[in-house]
């Protein structure tokens, strides 16, 4: 929590480094400066847009690796996360807001093995598989787990694939790792004919999620999570998820943070908006020395 200390002018600039005695992460003047402390790495942007952002690892991860062979897709819905195993389970499981595991799960393998993406659209999970038996199809779940009978095939030509989907509230979005295209379906699952190539950022597409207002995908060619708009055009923005797993296969929005499902080390890291200056805290200025942010 902040503190307010002395008063003064506030002519000094933005990345001025200031002493202060304090062991507070945040201190904010009475004239409404505010100063981060060194080391310190993330604060919240929102509150002071003035500081530089970019997305960067947090720090946070849990394990799911007591339940899951091969982490795929991620969701969330509304109050627990929800990962999709690959592997041998063939089935999804339930995790709550600091990844601590439910001792809940289901199975999806009986609509088909490979399952690699799992969506919540408010109501019901979708989740899409790759297996080439019975179908590479999307099947809906109720809220328990529980098969809907209802599902659609996203391979009705042959040259289309799914790897993982998103979902805007009226649309799917599917993104396909074979062909490193998106395309778009209605929420019956009707072919919209759009779609859209992301080969220009990522041959090996994985994972997809909707932000609110744009889409991000997550490969493990690029080792990056890539941001479009939902017509397909590239935002120029990425963040990059090597140095946490490689083999990153799921994304899932959960304001404000991005949390990505890693296949190699069966973790899920948390990625979020961080202050750029923090690069420029640690032993250089010291534990009691501070920068301006706003």
């Known amino acids: 929590m902040a503190i307010t200390l002395g008063g003064g002018g506030s002519a000094s600039a933005i990345n001025e480094k200031k002493e202060f005695n304090s062991a507070e992460n945040l ?9 981060l402390k060194g080391g310190v790495s993330s604060t919240d942007t929102s509150t002071y847009p003035d500081a530089t952002t970019a997305l960067a690892y947090t720090g946070t991860s849990f394990s799911d690796s007591a339940q899951v ?3 795929a897709g991620i969701t969330w819905d509304g109050s627990f996360f929800w990962v999709v195993d690959r592997g041998s389970t063939n089935s999804v499981f339930k995790y709550n807001a600091l990844g601590v595991y439910q001792n809940v799960s289901f199975s999806v ?5 490979d399952p690699t993406g799992i969506v919540w659209d408010g109501s019901f999970f979708w989740v899409i598989n790759n297996a080439a038996s019975p179908y590479k199809r999307v099947s809906k779940y109720n809220a328990s787990g529980v098969y809907q009978n209802v599902f659609w095939e996203y391979n009705a030509v042959t040259t289309m694939d799914g790897e993982d989907l998103a979902w805007d509230g009226t649309f799917f979005y599917v993104v396909g790792n074979a062909t490193d295209t998106i395309r778009k379906f ?4 009707v072919d919209q004919g759009v779609s859209y190539s992301v080969a220009a950022q990522e041959t090996n ?3 997809i999620t909707f932000d609110g207002t744009y889409l991000w995908v997550v490969g493990t060619a690029s080792d990056k999570a ?10 120029n923005e990425s963040f990059s998820v090597a140095s ?14 991005f949390y990505v499902a890693g296949n190699s080390t069966q973790k899920v890291y948390k990625y979020q908006n961080q202050i750029g200056i923090s690069s420029q805290g640690g032993t250089e200025y010291g534990n009691q020395n501070y920068m301006r942010i706003k």
Do not use: F
């Not at 393998?109 to 093995?113: D, F, R």
């Not at 946490?244 to 943070?257: M, R």
């Open 205 to 207: 597409p994985k994972g």
């Open 186 to 189: 209605n929420a019956a699952g």
């Open 27 to 35: 201190i904010t003047l009475d004239d409404g400066r505010v100063y």
């Open 109 to 113: 393998g009986n609509q088909g093995t």
């Open 226 to 235: 890539h941001k479009y708009s939902t017509s397909g055009v590239y935002q």
């Open 244 to 257: 946490q797993d490689s083999s990153s296969e799921g994304i899932v929005w959960v304001s404000p943070a």
């Open 69 to 71: 062979n091969q982490p």
